[in-house]
């Protein structure tokens, strides 16, 4: 089944400064991949996704990137603000299928 | 819309007691999901539904049962509790079974002793 790594565990960042994640797939086939942000205590929630047929998406100061040659796909927050702190969770899954297999996550901690 | 609620939020057992954990959705999804969430392992799949009446094993079904009682209600049991299922439970929805966004409850914190 399909693998999904995330790197790194942590990553600490300054405030303004930028963060990138990024994580790799095992199966070819994935044509889904959506990031997960979970804060403390709470439920992860969806905060950007692309499909295959797309390079990169944005959305305000998130976007993810996804090299399917390389089966990798990235996440990153600019303008980093504290209440960006989270764990973040990389997916992959493909059509017919939408079993999402998760990577570990990534903490991120943005210093004030 | 509530969305996914879950309950209980918390719930202590001892070695061998049985329990089953709750899930509905009011946003009349197709597919629903139950994952375990432990420290470092990401969020694991234990079960899913694609479609009302329909289960299947997901990546750590083992001691687990599952009943997709309607189109709104999917629970989980476990039937002896054992340490080792100490975590934190999620369920999920999603419109269909291909791939969209899922929606994900508040969790159940299960801790067994």
């Known amino acids: 089944g399909e693998n999904v790594e995330q790197h790194p565990s942590t990553l600490s960042v300054q405030e303004g400064d930028s963060a990138v994640i990024k994580c790799t797939y095992s199966?070819?086939?994935?044509?889904?991949f959506p990031w997960y942000k979970q804060e403390l205590g709470k439920r992860p929630q969806l905060i950007i996704d692309?499909?295959?047929?797309?390079g990169e998406k944005k959305d305000q100061r998130i976007a993810v990137t996804l090299n399917k040659t390389a089966k990798h796909f990235s996440l990153h927050i600019t303008e980093t603000q504290p209440e960006d702190s989270a764990v973040y969770f990389c997916a992959a899954s493909n059509y017919g299928n939408n079993r999402l297999a998760f990577g570990k996550g990534n903490q991120v901690v943005v210093i004030p | 819309n509530a969305g996914v609620t879950q309950t209980p939020k918390f719930q202590v057992l001892k070695t061998g007691q049985s329990m089953t954990l709750q899930c509905a959705q009011d946003m009349n999804h197709n597919s629903m999901y139950w994952y375990r969430q432990d420290p470092g392992m990401g969020l694991r799949l234990i079960y899913y539904?694609?479609?009302?009446?329909?289960?299947d094993k997901g990546e750590v079904p083992n001691g687990y049962n599952v009943s997709r009682l309607n189109k709104r209600e999917f629970s989980l049991r476990l039937e002896s509790a054992a340490p080792s299922q100490t975590s934190v439970y999620f369920c999920a929805s999603s419109r269909d079974r291909e791939v969209d966004t899922q929606y994900f409850g508040p969790g159940t914190r299960l801790t067994v002793l």
């Open positions: 539904s694609a479609s009302e009446g329909t289960t």
């Open positions: 692309i499909r295959s047929n797309v």
């Open positions: 199966d070819s086939a994935s044509n889904y």
